[in-house]
């Protein structure tokens, strides 16, 4: 299934949005598959953990039933009991291959009346020859990264009200890339002075940047 979490629902955390799905597919009194054992689990994956306050409209998520049902019936069931902020926008039967996600594009938006001025400010940092950075390892300690090669820039327009980015950033269990490392980075380069961007996950992408499913 294909879901948007967008307005409060975007400071839900990705344990309690787990607890979330669990909680509606009982309300919705689907034939939800459980692990065997002492402690059985219901049967769901996600593709990825989204950082919290980011807007998406593109998380998706295995839910193994052991009837079959219509997709859209599921969907409907859903999304009467889901809260406020997350819906189900598709639905479709089979297994997703979660392995073969490896990039995600995304939305920024940066609020502010010189937009024209953080257009060719972003432009002039994207185009350095590296992005050097200090990135926080699974030991918990940093590192020194260069973001560049990561990076790709698919769009960039300055509104009226905000500068308004399109990217394209590894998003799998290899290599991820969070677009608000980037953004800091380019901040803390330039001293820009923005306030806190709204970023939202648009599209999944596998290797070959095709659509995830």
Request: hydrophobic share 40%.
């Amino acid at each position: 299934m294909r879901f948007a979490k967008t307005g409060r629902a975007r400071y839900i955390s990705h344990l309690d949005l787990i607890r979330c799905f669990q909680r509606a597919v009982c309300r919705a009194k689907l034939p939800a598959a459980y692990s065997e054992g002492f402690h059985p689990h219901m049967q769901t994956s996600f593709a990825t953990t989204l950082p919290l306050g980011f807007f998406s409209t593109a998380e998706q998520m295995d839910l193994e039933l052991t009837e079959e049902l219509p997709c859209d019936a599921v969907m409907e069931r859903l999304n009467a009991v889901l809260p406020e902020g997350i819906r189900i926008l598709e639905a479709w039967k089979g297994m997703l291959a979660f392995k073969k996600l490896a990039y995600a594009n995304y939305t920024v938006r940066i609020p502010g009346e010189s937009s024209g001025e953080l257009y060719d400010s972003f432009c002039a940092f994207a185009a350095q020859p590296e992005i050097l950075t200090e990135k926080r390892t699974k030991k918990g300690g940093t590192k020194e990264v260069d973001l560049k090669p990561m990076l790709e820039v698919t769009g960039a327009e300055a509104l009226p009200d905000a500068l308004e980015l399109r990217l394209c950033l590894p998003a799998g269990s290899t290599a991820n890339l969070n677009p608000m490392l980037l953004l800091e980075t380019w901040k803390k380069q330039t001293e820009q002075t923005w306030v806190s961007p709204e970023i939202c996950r648009t599209e999944l992408l596998t290797e070959e940047k095709q659509k995830f499913f």
